[in-house]
T-cell receptor, first 115, second 112 residues
Framework: GDSVTQMEGPVTLSEEAFLTINCTYT??????LFWYVQYPGEGLQLLLK?????DKGSNKGFEATYRKETTSFHLEKGSVQVSDSAVYFC??????????????FGKGITLSVRP | DAGITQSPRHKVTETGTPVTLRCHQT?????MYWYRQDPGHGLRLIHY???????DKGEVSDGYSVSRSKTEDFLLTLESATSSQTSVYFC???????????FGNGTRLTVT
């Protein structure tokens, strides 16, 4: 079945540091890939997405490129802020299924940014 | 936001009692989902619905049932709560056609 693997956490960075969060996936077919963010006490929010190979999703300074050859969708940001402290989830949607947008999530990683 | 309200936000119950969690949406989205979030497991799909009275099981459906009698409401029932069902439960909705999921703010359930 489909699966998503995220790097182990938590991650602690200083403000303005460079961020990379690794995500790899296993899926049949041609999945869409997503990054969701969860701020404390809230539900998940879509951060960015990519629907086909070589697409780059971007939002709020975050970027991720859909790499079919390495089955990866790593999240990057050039300069993190304290307000980026949150839990980040990588997810995929199997476009072959009839139930639209049934997502498979990674385990999530907690990012803490120090002033 | 997609106007998703989960109730209650917090609940403590005893083992063996029935519990119903409610998800209410105001966006007329066709698809609705119940996930549970646990440390070390991320989010796991319990049940989902693709229309009124149309539901199906997710990967961790044992011990849970759902009902959807109206587009806007999706109920999750634990017939006889167990301690292993202590978790944070999230409802999500989407209109489909590749549009993203929108999540509620969650219900924290503690089974003692």
């Amino acid at each position: 079945g489909d699966s998503v693997t995220q790097m182990e956490g938590p991650v602690t960075l200083s403000e303005e540091a460079f961020l990379t969060i690794n995500c790899t996936y296993t899926a049949t077919g041609y999945p869409s890939l997503f990054w969701y963010v969860q701020y404390p006490g809230e539900g998940l929010q879509l951060l960015l997405k990519a629907t086909k190979a070589d697409d780059k999703g971007s939002n709020k300074g975050f970027e991720a490129t859909y790499r079919k050859e390495t089955t990866s969708f790593h999240l990057e940001k050039g300069s993190v802020q304290v307000s980026d402290s949150a839990v980040y989830f990588c997810a995929l949607s199997d476009t072959l299924t009839g139930a639209n947008s049934k997502l498979t999530f990674g385990k999530g990683i907690t990012l803490s940014v120090r002033p | 936001d997609a106007g998703i309200t989960q109730s209650p936000r917090h609940k403590v119950t005893e083992t063996g009692t029935p519990v119903t969690l409610r998800c209410h949406q105001t966006e007329n989205h066709r698809y609705m989902y119940w996930y549970r979030q646990d440390p070390g497991h991320g989010l796991r799909l319990i049940h989902y619905s693709y229309g009124v009275k149309d539901t199906d099981k997710g990967e961790v459906s044992d011990g849970y049932s759902v009902s959807r009698s109206k587009t806007e409401d999706f109920l999750l029932t634990l017939e006889s709560a167990t301690s292993s069902q202590t978790s944070v439960y999230f409802c999500a909705t989407t209109g489909g056609n590749g549009s993203p999921l929108h999540f509620g703010n969650g219900t924290r359930l503690t089974v003692t």
